[in-house]
Protein backbone atom coordinates (compact mmCIF):
# COMPACT_ATOMS: atom_id res chain seq x y z
CA UNK A 1 0.00 0.00 0.00
CA UNK A 2 0.91 3.39 -1.01
CA UNK A 3 0.92 6.86 1.07
CA UNK A 4 1.28 10.14 -0.56
CA UNK A 5 2.24 13.15 2.03
CA UNK A 6 2.86 17.35 0.43
CA UNK A 7 3.06 20.23 1.01
CA UNK A 8 3.38 23.12 -1.47
CA UNK A 9 7.35 22.41 -1.94
CA UNK A 10 7.00 18.65 -2.11
CA UNK A 11 5.02 15.18 -2.67
CA UNK A 12 6.38 12.09 -1.36
CA UNK A 13 5.27 9.01 -1.53
CA UNK A 14 6.15 5.71 0.21
CA UNK A 15 5.08 2.42 0.55
CA UNK A 16 4.71 -0.60 2.79
CA UNK A 17 6.15 -2.81 0.55
CA UNK A 18 10.00 -2.90 1.99
CA UNK A 19 8.55 0.45 4.21
CA UNK A 20 10.62 2.92 1.60
CA UNK A 21 9.97 5.95 -0.59
CA UNK A 22 8.59 5.58 -4.45
CA UNK A 23 9.04 9.17 -5.62
CA UNK A 24 9.79 12.91 -4.54
CA UNK A 25 8.60 15.20 -6.51
CA UNK A 26 9.47 18.96 -6.73
CA UNK A 27 8.62 21.72 -9.15
CA UNK A 28 7.03 18.96 -11.53
CA UNK A 29 10.54 17.15 -11.45
CA UNK A 30 10.45 13.75 -10.25
CA UNK A 31 14.16 13.14 -8.56
CA UNK A 32 13.87 9.50 -7.53
CA UNK A 33 15.10 6.83 -9.54
CA UNK A 34 12.16 4.65 -11.05
CA UNK A 35 12.84 1.54 -11.27
CA UNK A 36 13.76 -0.83 -14.78
CA UNK A 37 13.73 -4.42 -13.65
CA UNK A 38 16.38 -4.59 -16.65
CA UNK A 39 19.15 -2.36 -14.91
CA UNK A 40 17.70 -2.22 -11.16
CA UNK A 41 14.52 -3.06 -9.04
CA UNK A 42 15.16 -1.17 -6.54
CA UNK A 43 14.79 2.07 -5.05
CA UNK A 44 15.59 3.55 -1.46
CA UNK A 45 15.66 0.08 0.38
CA UNK A 46 16.00 0.08 3.84
CA UNK A 47 19.31 -1.61 5.03
CA UNK A 48 19.08 -3.73 8.55
CA UNK A 49 19.70 -5.11 10.47
CA UNK A 50 23.28 -4.60 8.07
CA UNK A 51 24.16 -2.55 5.66
CA UNK A 52 26.11 -4.36 2.67
CA UNK A 53 26.86 -7.88 3.15
CA UNK A 54 28.02 -11.19 5.58
CA UNK A 55 30.91 -13.17 4.74
CA UNK A 56 28.85 -16.26 3.13
CA UNK A 57 25.89 -14.49 4.40
CA UNK A 58 26.73 -15.38 7.48
CA UNK A 59 27.75 -14.35 11.24
CA UNK A 60 27.48 -14.94 14.77
CA UNK A 61 27.35 -12.75 17.93
CA UNK A 62 29.30 -12.68 20.80
CA UNK A 63 26.68 -14.63 22.68
CA UNK A 64 26.80 -17.21 19.84
CA UNK A 65 23.73 -16.29 17.80
CA UNK A 66 23.39 -17.09 14.11
CA UNK A 67 22.58 -14.86 11.91
CA UNK A 68 21.88 -15.20 7.89
CA UNK A 69 21.07 -12.82 6.00
CA UNK A 70 21.16 -11.49 2.15
CA UNK A 71 22.85 -8.36 1.16
CA UNK A 72 21.21 -5.59 3.15
CA UNK A 73 19.43 -7.36 5.22
CA UNK A 74 15.54 -8.00 5.82
CA UNK A 75 13.69 -5.07 5.81
CA UNK A 76 13.58 -4.65 2.04
CA UNK A 77 11.70 -7.73 1.59
CA UNK A 78 9.25 -7.44 4.55
CA UNK A 79 5.71 -6.33 3.89
CA UNK A 80 5.55 -2.64 6.72
CA UNK A 81 2.12 -1.39 8.21
CA UNK A 82 1.00 1.89 8.00
CA UNK A 83 0.86 3.39 11.63
CA UNK A 84 0.72 7.01 11.03
CA UNK A 85 -0.68 8.41 7.28
CA UNK A 86 -1.26 12.53 7.85
CA UNK A 87 -1.04 15.24 5.26
CA UNK A 88 2.98 15.44 5.99
CA UNK A 89 4.27 13.22 7.47
CA UNK A 90 4.00 9.19 7.64
CA UNK A 91 4.89 6.24 9.64
CA UNK A 92 5.76 2.77 8.52
CA UNK A 93 6.41 -0.21 11.13
CA UNK A 94 7.70 -3.88 10.60
CA UNK A 95 7.96 -6.13 13.97
CA UNK A 96 9.73 -8.83 14.26
CA UNK A 97 7.97 -12.34 13.30
CA UNK A 98 8.56 -15.86 12.89
CA UNK A 99 10.04 -15.07 9.49
CA UNK A 100 12.51 -12.81 10.39
CA UNK A 101 13.82 -14.46 13.64
CA UNK A 102 14.71 -17.05 11.48
CA UNK A 103 17.31 -15.05 9.85
CA UNK A 104 18.09 -12.33 12.71
CA UNK A 105 17.33 -13.77 16.18
CA UNK A 106 16.49 -10.38 17.96
CA UNK A 107 12.52 -9.14 18.13
CA UNK A 108 12.65 -5.85 16.82
CA UNK A 109 10.40 -3.35 15.81
CA UNK A 110 11.97 -0.63 13.73
CA UNK A 111 9.77 2.23 12.35
CA UNK A 112 10.58 4.23 8.88
CA UNK A 113 8.87 8.34 9.54
CA UNK A 114 9.27 10.34 6.50
CA UNK A 115 7.78 13.86 7.31
CA UNK A 116 8.08 16.67 4.85
CA UNK A 117 10.63 20.01 6.68
CA UNK A 118 9.42 22.91 4.16
CA UNK A 119 11.60 21.85 0.85
CA UNK A 120 13.29 19.15 2.52
CA UNK A 121 12.79 15.43 3.11
CA UNK A 122 13.63 13.96 6.30
CA UNK A 123 13.83 10.49 7.25
CA UNK A 124 14.17 8.83 10.21
CA UNK A 125 14.72 5.27 11.25
CA UNK A 126 13.88 4.24 14.68
CA UNK A 127 14.76 0.38 15.82
CA UNK A 128 13.53 -0.22 19.12
CA UNK A 129 15.30 -3.51 20.91
CA UNK A 130 11.55 -5.25 22.04
CA UNK A 131 13.71 -8.04 23.56
CA UNK A 132 15.12 -9.09 26.68
CA UNK A 133 19.13 -9.05 25.78
CA UNK A 134 21.06 -6.68 24.47
CA UNK A 135 20.88 -6.28 20.20
CA UNK A 136 23.41 -5.77 17.69
CA UNK A 137 22.32 -4.42 14.14
CA UNK A 138 23.59 -1.56 11.52
CA UNK A 139 20.69 0.61 9.81
CA UNK A 140 21.08 2.83 6.73
CA UNK A 141 19.77 4.33 3.59
CA UNK A 142 19.92 3.57 -0.31
CA UNK A 143 18.37 6.39 -1.80
CA UNK A 144 18.86 6.14 -5.50
CA UNK A 145 18.20 9.22 -7.61
CA UNK A 146 17.69 10.13 -11.24
CA UNK A 147 20.16 11.28 -13.59
CA UNK A 148 19.79 12.75 -15.30
CA UNK A 149 16.91 14.78 -14.09
CA UNK A 150 16.15 16.98 -16.64
CA UNK A 151 14.71 15.71 -20.59
CA UNK A 152 17.25 16.69 -22.80
CA UNK A 153 20.26 16.22 -20.20
CA UNK A 154 23.55 13.66 -20.29
CA UNK A 155 24.53 11.29 -17.38
CA UNK A 156 27.76 13.25 -17.45
CA UNK A 157 26.09 16.44 -17.18
CA UNK A 158 26.18 15.90 -13.40
CA UNK A 159 28.55 15.49 -10.23
CA UNK A 160 28.37 14.65 -7.23
CA UNK A 161 29.89 17.31 -4.61
CA UNK A 162 31.13 16.79 -1.72
CA UNK A 163 30.94 19.11 1.67
CA UNK A 164 34.62 18.64 2.23
CA UNK A 165 37.85 16.89 0.75
CA UNK A 166 37.41 13.16 1.21
CA UNK A 167 40.79 10.78 1.31
CA UNK A 168 41.09 7.16 0.25
CA UNK A 169 38.38 5.27 -0.39
CA UNK A 170 37.88 1.09 -0.71
CA UNK A 171 35.38 -0.98 -3.02
CA UNK A 172 33.82 -4.27 -2.70
CA UNK A 173 35.02 -7.31 -4.39
CA UNK A 174 32.72 -8.11 -7.26
CA UNK A 175 32.58 -11.79 -6.39
CA UNK A 176 32.01 -11.36 -2.70
CA UNK A 177 30.64 -8.08 -2.55
CA UNK A 178 33.10 -7.89 0.66
CA UNK A 179 35.45 -4.88 1.20
CA UNK A 180 38.80 -4.71 0.82
CA UNK A 181 40.57 -2.51 3.30
CA UNK A 182 44.05 -3.49 2.92
CA UNK A 183 43.92 -2.01 -0.48
CA UNK A 184 42.50 0.98 -0.65
CA UNK A 185 42.90 3.56 -3.76
CA UNK A 186 42.54 7.19 -4.13
CA UNK A 187 38.90 9.14 -4.06
CA UNK A 188 38.15 9.48 -7.48
CA UNK A 189 37.42 13.22 -7.24
CA UNK A 190 41.23 13.58 -6.75
CA UNK A 191 41.56 16.49 -4.45
CA UNK A 192 38.92 18.68 -5.27
CA UNK A 193 35.36 18.27 -4.07
CA UNK A 194 33.65 17.38 -6.98
CA UNK A 195 33.15 13.84 -8.73
CA UNK A 196 32.56 14.01 -12.27
CA UNK A 197 29.82 11.18 -13.26
CA UNK A 198 30.40 9.22 -16.42
CA UNK A 199 28.92 5.09 -16.63
CA UNK A 200 32.19 3.99 -16.55
CA UNK A 201 32.76 4.99 -12.73
CA UNK A 202 30.91 2.41 -11.85
CA UNK A 203 31.94 -0.74 -14.20
CA UNK A 204 34.04 -1.99 -11.18
CA UNK A 205 31.85 -1.86 -7.81
CA UNK A 206 30.56 1.34 -5.64
CA UNK A 207 32.96 3.70 -3.76
CA UNK A 208 32.75 3.40 -0.19
CA UNK A 209 34.13 6.43 1.81
CA UNK A 210 34.53 4.86 5.34
CA UNK A 211 36.91 7.57 6.28
CA UNK A 212 34.54 10.20 5.62
CA UNK A 213 34.57 13.96 6.68
CA UNK A 214 31.61 14.99 4.82
CA UNK A 215 28.10 14.86 6.09
CA UNK A 216 26.23 16.41 3.29
CA UNK A 217 26.48 15.28 -0.82
CA UNK A 218 24.70 17.05 -3.38
CA UNK A 219 24.25 15.35 -6.48
CA UNK A 220 24.27 18.56 -9.28
CA UNK A 221 23.25 19.29 -13.36
CA UNK A 222 24.66 21.70 -15.35
CA UNK A 223 21.52 23.42 -15.85
CA UNK A 224 21.05 23.81 -11.83
CA UNK A 225 19.19 21.27 -10.80
CA UNK A 226 20.06 18.17 -8.50
CA UNK A 227 19.42 17.10 -4.96
CA UNK A 228 21.32 17.76 -1.88
CA UNK A 229 21.30 14.80 1.11
CA UNK A 230 22.20 15.94 4.68
CA UNK A 231 23.20 12.77 7.17
CA UNK A 232 25.29 13.53 10.10
CA UNK A 233 24.04 10.40 12.05
CA UNK A 234 25.59 8.48 9.76
CA UNK A 235 29.28 7.46 9.63
CA UNK A 236 29.76 6.05 6.27
CA UNK A 237 28.46 6.99 2.54
CA UNK A 238 28.66 5.00 -0.54
CA UNK A 239 28.01 5.96 -4.13
CA UNK A 240 26.60 3.27 -6.82
CA UNK A 241 25.29 3.16 -9.59
CA UNK A 242 25.46 0.63 -12.23
CA UNK A 243 26.99 1.32 -16.28
CA UNK A 244 23.84 1.05 -18.08
CA UNK A 245 21.69 2.60 -14.87
CA UNK A 246 19.94 6.23 -14.87
CA UNK A 247 20.55 7.01 -11.18
CA UNK A 248 23.13 7.59 -8.83
CA UNK A 249 22.44 5.98 -5.39
CA UNK A 250 23.80 8.24 -1.96
CA UNK A 251 23.70 5.98 0.24
CA UNK A 252 24.21 7.01 3.85
CA UNK A 253 25.20 4.19 6.02
CA UNK A 254 26.01 3.47 9.63
CA UNK A 255 27.75 0.16 9.02
CA UNK A 256 29.69 -1.98 6.08
CA UNK A 257 30.02 -5.02 4.23
CA UNK A 258 32.04 -7.45 6.46
CA UNK A 259 35.86 -6.38 5.97
CA UNK A 260 38.99 -7.92 5.11
CA UNK A 261 40.25 -7.29 8.19
CA UNK A 262 37.14 -8.18 10.75
CA UNK A 263 36.19 -11.75 11.47
CA UNK A 264 32.36 -13.00 11.22
CA UNK A 265 31.29 -11.50 14.90
CA UNK A 266 28.36 -9.22 14.22
CA UNK A 267 29.53 -7.37 17.31
CA UNK A 268 33.22 -6.73 16.09
CA UNK A 269 32.28 -4.87 12.48
CA UNK A 270 32.54 -1.40 11.80
CA UNK A 271 29.90 0.70 13.34
CA UNK A 272 27.89 -1.66 15.00
CA UNK A 273 24.78 -0.37 17.65
CA UNK A 274 24.13 -2.36 20.16
CA UNK A 275 20.44 -1.38 21.50
CA UNK A 276 19.82 -2.64 25.18
CA UNK A 277 16.88 -4.31 25.88
CA UNK A 278 13.40 -1.33 25.40
CA UNK A 279 15.89 0.98 24.27
CA UNK A 280 15.07 2.83 20.82
CA UNK A 281 17.62 4.33 18.95
CA UNK A 282 17.18 6.94 15.80
CA UNK A 283 19.02 7.73 13.02
CA UNK A 284 18.22 10.55 10.35
CA UNK A 285 18.57 11.79 7.02
CA UNK A 286 17.30 14.85 4.77
CA UNK A 287 16.92 14.71 1.24
CA UNK A 288 16.11 18.03 -0.18
CA UNK A 289 15.27 18.80 -4.02
CA UNK A 290 16.41 21.40 -5.68
Known amino acids: MKTTISNDALSVTVTTEGGSLTSVQAGGREYLWQPDPAVWTGQAPICFPICGGLRDGRAVTESGKKVELARHGLAKSSEFETVVAEADHAVLRLESSEETLAQYPFDFALEARYALEGAKLRVTYAVTNTGAEPMPFFIGGHPAFRCPIED ?83 PYLVVWSKPIGDFVALEPWGGLSTCSDEDDVLEHKRGCIVAAPGQTVERSFTVEPF
Not at 214 to 228: D, F, M, P, Q, Y
Open 152 to 234: GEAYDDYLVRFEKPEGDVCTAVPSTGLIDVEHRGAAPQGDGLELPLTHGLFDFAETIYDELESRKVELAGKAGHGVRVEFADF
